[in-house]
């Protein structure tokens, strides 16, 4: 069964960082498109980033790509997102997702193996 866990979350103060970690398991997602997507309280489940196989990266938005970024060792068959100067907004649910395909699209819809989620609270 293939299967994600998130890790990583946690409570951290405003400008601080984080690196939140997404293992993949019962399959190899070396030739996955894979994304991270953050849920606010109330608040519909966004995305933040998606990366290719050939590590090709994207972002939802641009003050995503100036403070996060996303990678992924597909030996580790694992996925990163570096956050930095993080703000209260920032609080939120974050889940990661794959689907087995060459190439990526930006809609949340499109993935289909989603992990569970981890928890990053931004408070001083």
């Known amino acids: 069964e293939e299967q994600l866990v998130a890790s990583g979350g946690g409570v951290v103060q405003p400008g601080g960082s984080l690196r939140l970690s997404c293992a993949a398991s019962?399959?190899?997602?070396?030739?996955?498109?894979m994304g991270w997507f953050y849920q606010a309280p109330g608040k519909e489940r966004e995305g933040i980033a998606l990366?290719?196989?050939?590590?090709?990266?994207?972002y939802y938005t641009a003050s995503m790509r100036g403070r996060f970024t996303i990678s992924r060792d597909n030996a580790k068959n694992t996925l990163y997102l570096d956050m930095n100067s993080l703000k209260p907004e920032d609080t939120a649910m974050y889940y990661c997702?794959?689907?087995?395909?060459?190439?990526?699209?930006?809609?949340?819809?499109?993935?289909?193996?989603w992990g569970r989620g981890t928890q990053v609270t931004v408070s001083s």
């Open positions: 019962g399959n190899t997602v070396s030739t996955y498109c």
């Open positions: 990366i290719d196989s050939t590590g090709g990266a994207g």
């Open positions: 997702a794959a689907k087995r395909s060459s190439y990526c699209s930006y809609a949340r819809s499109w993935f289909d193996l």
